[in-house]
T-cell receptor
Framework: DTEVTQTPKHLVMGMTNKKSLKCEQH?????MYWYKQKAKKPPELMFV???????INESVPSRFSPECPNSSLLNLHLHALQPEDSALYLC????????????????FGPGTRLTVL | GESVGLHLPTLSVQEGDNSIINCAYS??????FIWYKQESGKGPQFIID?????DKRQGQRVTVLLNKTVKHLSLQIAATQPGDSAVYFC??????????FGSGTKLNVKP
């Protein structure tokens, strides 16, 4: 199974709502990532988890709160978002980099299309 | 057909022609590079990668060239097919964890 799944596929929320995005993989990968992608722009790294611990936070506002409850799951909790946070949120997973001598392919999910009203 | 990456975000080629997509990267410490293909409504899909100790790597119908002197990366697609139509991103990293994506090039393949 080389698939990363993300739910929901689409999400519309108001600025006062609390919602969560979910990501799951069963490839045994111990590194998981959240990216944000605006229309016609490249993905931008938000968070990196390595062995279920947060290793990189790219200065993301606290209204985005990541969580990695186990090695297969990654969540992104959303609270008090702004309309400019509307974007495609992509999850990815890979083997932990220091264990790799060759390449480190990241497998991406299809994303959650988020609209903040 | 050939693109210049940031300055020509859309490349149109005829089916069967070869395509060349270019990418300029900025971090001289980057030592690992990946080309991704992103189709509409989907996440990026790995195409091919290259480490900085190589200057060329070939896959099936694709070749990646790396010129570290001028910090330039290119993706060559042989015999381009309609299914190759997508946005192509290069990504670079210096520590395998933090990948930075280039701005992307949209490839349109005309039948």
């Amino acid at each position: 199974d080389t698939e990363v799944t993300q739910t929901p596929k689409h999400l519309v929320m108001g600025m006062t709502n609390k919602k969560s995005l979910k990501c799951e993989q069963h490839m045994g990968h111990r590194a998981m990532y959240w990216y944000k992608q605006k229309a016609k722009k490249p993905p931008e790294l938000m968070f990196v988890y390595s062995y279920e611990k947060l290793s990189i936070n790219e200065s993301v506002p606290s209204r985005f709160s990541p969580e990695c409850p186990n090695s297969s799951l990654l969540n992104l909790h959303l609270h008090a978002l702004q309309p400019e946070d509307s974007a495609l949120y992509l999850c990815a997973s890979s083997q932990v980099p220091e264990r790799i001598a060759g390449h480190n392919e990241q497998f991406f999910g299809p994303g959650t299309r988020l609209t903040v009203l | 057909g050939e693109s210049v990456g940031l300055h020509l975000p859309t490349l149109s080629v005829q089916e069967g022609d070869n395509s060349i997509i270019n990418c300029a990267y900025s971090n001289s410490a980057s030592d690992y590079f990946i080309w991704y293909k992103q189709e509409s409504g989907k996440g990026p899909q790995f195409i091919i990668d290259i480490r900085s100790n190589m200057d060329k790597r070939q896959g099936q119908r694709v070749t990646v060239l790396l010129n570290k002197t001028v910090k330039h990366l290119s993706l060559q697609i042989a015999a381009t097919q309609p299914g190759d139509s997508a946005v192509y991103f290069c990504a670079e990293t210096g520590n395998f964890n933090k990948f930075y994506f280039g701005s992307g090039t949209k490839l349109n393949v005309k039948p």
